[in-house]
């Protein structure tokens, strides 16, 4: 065993040394003992760096693509599963190959310094190495094409919900338009089970840059494209959360664009349409904070069922306290939070395009106050 440490420090020693020639015998395994040890520090600093984290995060919201919960990201992760095996293999191979060969033929103290034999053109082993790889790369390709064709030309069950997503800087606008449904950053779709199937069908357009869909364990990314509408669908299998972001760089918050799917049993599901079909909220304790809303420029960027706002740039306000986030994910949605918000939405996501309104602090405690019965 001690030998055996020993042998491999030196052999560490040789290749952390192979540009210094003058090195002697003792001094090469000095600094192999070196190398190991400094080896040995970043692993356990690696290991408990990935097992921190891990203990930190809720494991039901991570968005793992090997987790799949949905029918499309289940056949894409059974595919990477199928070409993570083989190039794993092809990995082991290789990598043994090589370690074998550099610690059985390393440099030792008392070679010769001639060159060994060398071996060119053998038929046999070279149809090998081009046959063999490219009956690989066939499979592969094979295998993916299957895939896509399965994910991307699936039959639309007449049972489907449609969804329209449309990527903006940086939100997500939801529209059901068979439901006259309009909505923001999180999507709610049902639960779907081999005897009653209820996919979502999603349309996905751009209002500005390019942005990607993406709900790991639901479905693939698909990128919303100006001028053009791409399409997806995902059929989660359990109630839950999952979540997901924009996958393509879209301008300074791209990364506080994040998307909440929240799938229901078909009975919640219901409620939650019934809740969204539902006018915006009136009561009339609030209407100082309403004509707020009304008679500032909050009107210009957003929409607001049964008021004069309607603007399509931001988020549709109508039913604002039924979602769990403010600034699509960026924080959670709480009157304090909302307040801080509309006051300085820049603290929360920088270089966001909603302005700070400059509200006095009586007209912004009023329209707080009437935004936060939008249930
Ligand atoms: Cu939208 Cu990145």
Redesign the pocket.
Known sequence: MRTGLRRLQTSIGYSVTTAMPGLKGPEVEARGRNAWWKLRVLVLILAGLSLSAASAADRSLVPSMFRPESTPAQSISQLSLFTLAITGAIFAVVFGLIAYAAIRFRRRANDDGREPAQVYGSNPVEAAWTILPLLIVVVLALATARVIQEVQNAPRPTSALDVQVV?H??WWEIRYPKLGILTANELHVPVSNPRNRAPTFIELRSAD?A??FWVPRLAGKTDLIPNRVNHMWLEPTRPGLFVG???????TQ?AK?LLRVYAHTPEDFERWVKDQQAIGASDPAVAAGRLVFERTACINCHSLNGTVGNGRFGPDLSHLMSRETLGSGALKNSPENLQAWIKSPNQFKPGVLMPAMNLSSTELEQLVAYLTTLK
């Open positions: 990527g800087q940086w840059v942005h990607s972001q924009c996958a393509e760089y879209c301008g791209h664009m």
